[in-house]
């Protein structure tokens, strides 16, 4: 019985690792583009959490901080609703800051 109940543990674990995984690749790494393109459109790579706290405000800091500390699958769904719906918010304001740096056509 123990040894199941390791078992079960044990392919839970690797479930949330995989899982943690997935979501800081796909989901924060492209909140944290899409961010930079707003707070930092002079730097290259938008995705780089090295300068994160230098160079986005406080508030965003705070907000995207809380999104990386995950407990269990459930807190992890949980998270993934705020980061869907903080993307939701951002979007508006990156095709804004995109439209600012569109080059002009050629005449």
Request: proline share 5%.
């Amino acid at each position: 019985m123990v040894h199941l109940a390791l078992t079960l543990i044990s392919s839970y674990s690797h479930l949330l690792a995989q899982a943690i995984v997935n979501y800081q690749s796909h989901t924060l790494s492209t909140l944290v583009e899409l961010l930079g393109m707003i707070y930092r459109p002079y730097r290259y790579d938008f995705m780089n959490l090295k300068y994160f706290y230098r160079d986005f405000p406080p508030e965003v800091v705070a907000r995207v901080e809380q999104l990386y500390c995950v407990t269990d699958l459930a807190d992890l769904a949980k998270k993934q609703q705020l980061a869907e719906e903080m993307f939701a918010e951002i979007l508006p304001g990156v095709e804004t800051a995109l439209q600012l740096f569109k080059l002009p056509k050629d005449s």
